[in-house]
């Protein structure tokens, strides 16, 4: 974690929490990199969802399947990028 990172973070912390944060970024950083991995996890399941959701609202709104599944891919793709 860098510097710079560290200063924006601690700025939110009383002096203890920043004391503490400090001296144990160690176990921070282990904690981010599982936050990590569980949010590429959700990113996927999230992108899987609106893109199923999505296709469906396109086939009842007319748009063929041959169209709506391309469609429903990039749109999830994008507001997947965007939120996560």
């Known amino acids: 974690m860098k510097n710079a990172h560290l200063q924006y973070i601690i700025k939110w912390f009383d002096k203890d929490t920043a004391s503490y944060f400090t001296k144990n970024k160690s176990k921070v950083i ?7 991995d569980w949010i590429d996890d959700a990113s996927d399941l999230t992108q899987s969802t609106i893109k199923t959701k999505l296709n469906s609202l396109l086939r009842s709104a007319g748009v063929p399947s041959t169209y709506s599944l391309s469609i429903a891919d ?3 793709r994008t507001i997947t990028w965007l939120i996560l």
């Open 30 to 36: 282990k904690a981010l990199n599982q936050l990590e």
């Open 74 to 76: 990039a749109i999830a």
